[in-house]
């Protein structure tokens, strides 16, 4: 091994040891970070789940609902009132992209990347976002207003493009969309998904296709699926008879 190896070797090997005391040593008496409805709500969850570890997910959504986002002191708070380790609280937490472990801002957008969302110019939607925000992913708007975070299918396939915006999913998006809804939240408003639907989204009757039309091309449809079968026995014919 040569000389730089071992050095960094033992580099690598002190800063893991000092990790591990850091990580041990980390202790928050629940009494005195939660708040007395916390610990009430947390323990509700614990009488009605199987297992303390069951509860954790809620425990960390219920801090989260209070506080905006889960701090290692939060992390440690839930990890002493429950009895699990924090690693385990940790895992949960790092799993539900909702569970936030660094401060965000008042609303969290998620953008969803997924393939319906991709094939319907998400890309749009979240250039919209960025250059009317002033954020990349994982950022907070200076005013301290906007989230940017990206999301795997938020189950709006159908509707895509798709965000969700504290807990509120808006589909079928533009881009002036986007930016009437960034708008209304500023002045304070919540727009509703259906207030911003544009009128080039609501399907003309006429583009709607009349039953007698779908009924004619069902028929259409059987027509040269019998053609097909007698052409195939036809040929089967023929090949018997060559043979
Ligand atoms: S792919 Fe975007 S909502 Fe499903």
Same mark, same amino acid.
């Given at each position: 091994m040569s000389l730089t190896t071992l050095i960094q070797?033992?580099?690598?090997?002190?800063?893991?040891?000092?990790?591990?005391?850091r990580i041990d040593c980390q202790f928050v008496d629940?009494?005195?970070?939660?708040?007395?409805?916390?610990?009430?709500?947390?323990?509700?969850?614990?009488?009605?789940?199987?297992?303390?570890?069951?509860?954790?997910?809620?425990?960390?959504?219920?801090?989260q609902h209070n506080r905006g986002w889960i701090s290692?002191?939060?992390?440690?708070? %839930? $990890?002493?009132? @429950?009895?699990?380790?924090?690693?385990? /609280?940790?895992?949960?937490? !790092?799993?539900? &992209?909702?569970? +936030?472990?660094?401060?965000?801002?008042?609303?969290?957008?998620?953008?969803?990347?997924? %393939? $319906?969302?991709? @094939?319907?110019?998400?890309?749009?939607? /979240?250039?919209?976002?960025? !250059?009317?925000? &002033?954020?990349? +992913?994982?950022?907070?708007?200076?005013?301290?207003?906007?989230?940017?975070?990206?999301?795997?299918?938020?189950?709006?396939?159908?509707?895509?493009?798709?965000?969700?915006?504290?807990?509120?999913?808006?589909?079928?998006?533009?881009?002036?969309?986007?930016?009437?809804?960034?708008?209304?939240?500023?002045?304070?408003?919540?727009?509703?998904?259906?207030?911003?639907?544009?009128?080039?989204?609501?399907?003309?009757?006429?583009?709607?296709?009349?039953?007698?039309?779908?009924?004619?091309?069902?028929?259409?449809?059987?027509?040269?699926?019998?053609?097909?079968?007698?052409?195939?026995?036809?040929?089967?014919?023929?090949?018997?008879?060559?043979?």
């Amino acid at each position: 091994m040569s000389l730089t190896t071992l050095i960094q070797t033992k580099q690598s090997s002190s800063r893991t040891m000092v990790d591990e005391q850091r990580i041990d040593c980390q202790f928050v008496d629940h009494r005195s970070y939660l708040t007395e409805q916390e610990i009430t709500d947390i323990e509700h969850e614990t009488t009605i789940l199987e297992t303390r570890e069951a509860a954790g997910i809620e425990a960390l959504k219920i801090v989260q609902h209070n506080r905006g986002w889960i701090s290692d002191e939060s992390l440690y708070a %839930i $990890s002493d009132l @429950l009895q699990i380790p924090a690693a385990t /609280l940790e895992g949960v937490a !790092t799993f539900y &992209n909702l569970i +936030y472990r660094q401060k965000v801002g008042k609303h969290v957008i998620h953008v969803c990347d997924s %393939i $319906s969302c991709y @094939l319907t110019s998400y890309q749009e939607i /979240l250039d919209t976002l960025k !250059t009317t925000l &002033n954020i990349e +992913y994982g950022q907070t708007s200076d005013d301290g207003m906007f989230t940017l975070i990206s999301n795997a299918c938020l189950g709006g396939c159908d509707k895509a493009p798709t965000i969700m915006v504290s807990g509120v999913h808006y589909q079928q998006l533009t881009p002036g969309k986007v930016i009437d809804i960034i708008h209304s939240l500023k002045q304070g408003k919540q727009p509703e998904p259906e207030h911003i639907a544009e009128a080039e989204d609501i399907a003309e009757p006429e583009d709607i296709a009349e039953p007698e039309t779908i009924a004619a091309q069902d028929n259409l449809a059987d027509q040269n699926s019998t053609i097909e079968q007698e052409n195939g026995s036809e040929q089967k014919k023929k090949g018997e008879r060559d043979v």
